[in-house]
């Protein structure tokens, strides 16, 4: 990488000598130390806590080191702050120079369609990042020309090299005791689920207080029934496909059928998803639906597997996106350096940066990991299965920019027994023809 | 209306006035007859300037501004479209936006009459005199007034947890039967949410209903005694009628604080389980940040603005018209 940019440093002097106004857009880490200038480039993520916290801190330390004379300044905020505030911040004239904003529309999708990000084609081909990164990833940071379409024209943000797949946790203890296998279908996950019931251990524990973990069973029922490429199409809108079409009165029928069969906890409606995590880490269920990052007690590592069901084709399939995608914003006034940025926070440096904090990346990365346990490794396997197989599927709720509202509501009638799975369907389906006919 | 002239101000101060200085010219000039050449006095209005050039830029041309948008669709960013009063119809015929201002008719009773029927009560007791210790009770029952939302959540939602000490204690008491998901019900969560909000208000309303039972006459209480007033008689016929002004702001307050719900709610159930616990603001946030349609949140708010001036407006004229009669 670093010769690719000491070449680069000529053509980019060149075209800051010939722009006094203006001309630091073109400027390079590679120019900036040339002359002994310092810029600081402005950062926003949704990565305040934790590993991920971490990662971005150790991921901008050695970016700096290695640019010197720029210096990161990083703020970060919540994502729920983050998806509700990302377009007032956008349009600030004293916007981030990168900002993290979600996939889809309430994202990346209406930022590119008000023009507040910078389009990173250029950057994409210069770096190669269309061949480091799976298609199906990329495709879920793009959007049309005339910002009606998603997963097609340009590239506005670049993924970073943080995965975010939704899995299945397991108890490997318990599975044992029921002489079953890791599931890898949904009838094998059914039958594995019967069994644990029969012998009194909670199937799958799943708390909906606070209503955003019903995605998770729900899209993994999804994947596992409707192709990849299917439930891509319904989310970039192309061709506009029911809701029902892709099979989600079935995936819907099938998560109300495991709550009457008292497949999750009792009160699931009363449970919040972190006491969920708790009871299933404390070796209290037998399969626990989540995104990846999860570490407790040696004990607890060493008793818990992670795994996808596959795709009706048997391939790998899992809805994933990049855990914060970055953009360039257009208020940036060093596009390149940003750029520059972007290419280093999705690489395989910080690859091993995050294998090392154990994150999973979203590309292989050989590293050791501080963090290596049979988790960790379980989510690498995962996850490289997926890229390898290009089986990576937007999520579903990113599809509107009300979505995800609609169906954790929706879902919490469905589980309740309150909503049919048609019913659940026409509520999704509503939302989606509102979204596309306003 | 009384007419001012130096002659009355001068009795009233209680006697005559220095031959010569300030008070006389001041009295004199608020004598003078009044006529369409007098120069108006800008002093005062300066005074009052920088504070109302504040409240113009945060509060009327932001109010002025949230009116407009109300009128358009408007996503927040872009350029807004008239629409006409389609915001505002939409209002009444969403079903979720009907849900919410039910559920509100419900946290009024939550938020505003139980904690003012619990704050009597409570001052009728602890503010009697010669009650022992009644800064400790004072202190103790309003610490849940200066709690964060998040802290008052984190409590309840350990407390009210499926598996947690209420459902505990029950079950340990033989009443395994009243055991709930308090927290995930379609049928009780907002009451429960209304409970935690009245928990919340009622320290508030106790406080504001003791300094008021300390501020009625001794003599009143006295003349109850000797008149062999029971406590409870006492209670409605002195303390209550000597606390007009207290309920007024009492109810005010937290009839608002009814309306505009929102951090404890969204804190717990974000309006759920479905939309159960939804509520004009819990809407309006959804409206404003969700579907970015910005214009209809705003129109929401002139609705929630509309109505908390009406209930407020009702209220002072219920406790004015009664003062007054």
């Given at each position: 990488m670093r010769p690719r940019r000491q070449a680069l440093a000529l053509p980019a002097l060149v075209a800051v000598a010939l722009l006094p106004?203006?001309?630091?857009?073109?400027?390079?880490a590679a120019h900036l130390a040339a002359h002994s200038q310092s810029i600081t480039l402005t950062e926003l993520d949704?990565?305040?806590?934790?590993p991920d916290n971490t990662f971005f801190i150790d991921v901008n330390k050695a970016f700096e080191q290695q640019n010197p004379g720029v210096t990161i300044k990083r703020t970060t905020i919540s994502f729920n702050t983050d998806v509700s505030t990302i377009r007032l911040r956008a349009a600030?004239?004293?916007?981030?120079?990168i900002i993290g904003a979600n996939e889809g529309w309430s994202g990346v999708g209406v930022l590119a369609k008000d023009h507040l990000l910078v389009p990173l084609n250029k950057y994409a081909a210069q770096y190669h990042w269309f061949s480091r990164y799976p298609t199906a990833v990329l495709a879920q940071q793009m959007v049309s020309q005339n910002g009606?379409?998603?997963?097609?024209?340009?590239?506005?943000e670049m993924a970073t090299v943080l995965a975010g797949p939704q899995s299945v946790y397991y108890n490997k203890d318990l599975l044992s005791q029921l002489h079953l296998p890791v599931p890898s279908t949904l009838a094998e996950l059914e039958h594995d689920m019967a069994a644990a019931k029969a012998h009194g251990i909670v199937p799958m524990e799943l708390g909906l207080?606070?209503?955003?973990?019903?995605?998770v069973p729900l899209y993994q029922v999804l994947d596992a029934i409707t192709p990849a490429q299917k439930l891509a199409n319904f989310v970039y809108g192309?061709?506009?496909?029911?809701?029902?079409?892709?099979?989600m009165d079935k995936a819907a029928a099938t998560i109300q059928g495991w709550a009457k069969d008292g497949y999750?906890?009792?009160s699931v409606l009363g449970i919040s998803s972190s006491q969920a995590e708790n009871n299933f880490f404390s070796g209290k269920g037998l399969f626990y639906p989540a995104w990846p990052g999860y570490s407790g007690t040696p004990a607890q590592d060493a008793r818990t597997g992670v795994f996808a069901l596959d795709g009706p084709n048997g391939k790998a399939e899992d809805q994933d996106n990049s855990n914060q995608p970055l953009g360039i914003s257009?208020?940036?006034?060093y596009v390149d350096l940003a750029a520059q940025y972007l290419n280093f926070v999705s690489g395989p440096e910080a690859g091993k940066i995050a294998v090392k904090l154990g994150l999973v990346p979203q590309i292989p990365v050989k590293a050791s990991s501080t963090q290596e346990g049979p988790i960790f490794r379980s989510e690498l396997t995962l996850a490289n299965n997926v890229a390898k197989s290009n089986g990576y599927v937007p999520y579903f709720?990113?599809?509107?920019?009300?979505m995800l509202t609609t169906l954790e509501r929706a879902g919490q009638s469905l589980v309740a027994g309150r909503m049919t799975p048609q019913a659940f369907t026409a509520a999704l389906q509503a939302d989606y023809s509102a979204f596309h006919n306003s | 209306m009384r007419s001012t002239t130096p002659e009355t101000l001068v009795a009233e101060a209680g006697g005559p006035l220095p031959a010569s200085g300030g008070y006389v010219k001041i009295l004199e000039r608020g004598s003078a007859p009044r006529g369409p050449k007098r120069k108006t006095d800008l002093g005062p209005y300066l005074y009052v300037l920088p504070a109302m050039a504040v409240f113009a830029v945060f509060v009327l041309v932001p109010l002025a501004q949230g009116v407009w948008y109300s009128f358009t669709s408007w996503d927040g960013i872009g350029a807004a479209s008239w629409v006409g009063v389609s915001n505002y119809i939409s209002i009444w015929t969403d079903p979720v936006m009907r849900e919410g201002i039910a559920n509100t008719g419900v946290l009024v009773l939550f938020y505003a009459g139980v904690p003012i029927v619990v704050g009597l009560f409570t001052a009728a007791i602890i503010g009697r005199?010669?009650?022992?210790?009644m800064g400790f009770y004072r202190t103790v029952l309003f610490l849940p007034q200066i709690l964060s939302s998040v802290v008052v959540i984190v409590i309840w939602r350990l407390l009210l947890a499926p598996a947690g000490p209420v459902n505990g204690a029950l079950g340990g008491l033989g009443?395994?039967?009243?055991?709930?998901d308090w927290l995930g019900s379609f049928s009780i969560t907002l009451d429960v949410l209304g409970l935690i909000g009245a928990w919340v208000a009622f320290g508030f309303c106790m406080v504001l209903f003791l300094a008021g039972i300390q501020a009625i006459p001794t003599e009143l209480y006295d003349a109850a005694k000797v008149d062999g007033a029971s406590p409870v008689r006492e209670f409605f016929a002195v303390t209550l009628p000597g606390l007009r002004g207290q309920l007024a702001v009492a109810m005010t307050l937290s009839v608002i604080a009814a309306f505009q719900a929102f951090d404890i709610i969204w804190l717990v159930t974000q309006g759920g389980p479905g939309t159960s616990s939804v509520t004009p603001a819990i809407n309006l946030y959804n409206d404003a940040?969700?579907?970015?349609?910005v214009g209809a949140a705003a129109a929401l708010g002139v609705v929630m603005l509309a109505a908390s001036l009406v209930v407020t407006l009702i209220i002072v004229k219920l406790v004015e018209g009664r003062r007054n009669a």
């Open positions: 106004s203006g001309g630091a857009a073109q400027a390079t949704w990565n305040p806590t934790g600030s004239p004293s916007a981030p120079c009606k379409e998603l997963g097609t024209g340009n590239l506005y207080e606070d209503q955003v973990q019903i995605t192309i061709g506009r496909p029911t809701v029902a079409s892709i099979g999750f906890p009792k257009r208020s940036c006034k709720d990113l599809s509107t920019l009300t | 005199r010669g009650m022992h210790g009443l395994a039967f009243l055991e709930q940040f969700v579907s970015q349609n």
